[in-house]
């Protein structure tokens, strides 16, 4: 079993970026499939980024391409996103997700294939 705890989470004005991390406690955190995903209010659970536990296979939604960039350091416990060029609409509760797999380049990446969730941690993009 793991326990996530994100944080990094804040006000930024549309255009800034923010880091959010993500640590994990409990055993055998590098052999943990990772994913962000978001919520925001009134909306549908979605995928933001996923990563392998090997780190090698990333995933990444739609809206967030080529702006936000998901890694982990297997020796800290910890995954990471990297949120660039924000806009309002990523304002949103971003979670945190994990689920033990045995290899290490099996990529998740829908929320339903996830055990472990973080409470969240809030961002708001000001216009």
């Known amino acids: 079993q793991v326990q996530l705890v994100e944080s990094g989470g804040g006000l930024v004005q549309a255009g800034g970026s923010l880091r959010l991390s993500c640590a994990a406690s409990?055993?055998?955190?590098?052999?943990?499939?990772m994913g962000w995903f978001r919520q925001a209010p009134g909306k549908e659970r979605e995928t933001a980024a996923t990563i392998t536990w090997s780190g090698d296979i990333t995933y990444y939604g739609e809206s967030v391409k080529g702006r936000f960039t998901i890694s982990r350091d297997n020796a800290k416990n910890t995954v990471y996103l990297q949120m660039n060029s924000l806009k309002p609409e990523d304002t949103a509760v971003y979670h945190c997700?994990?689920?033990?797999?045995?290899?290490?380049?099996?990529?998740?990446?829908?929320?339903?294939?996830?055990?472990?969730w973080g409470p969240g941690t809030q961002v708001t993009v000001s216009s």
């Open positions: 997700a994990a689920r033990h797999e045995t290899s290490r380049n099996i990529l998740l990446t829908r929320k339903d294939d996830y055990d472990y």
């Open positions: 409990g055993r055998s955190f590098n052999t943990y499939a």
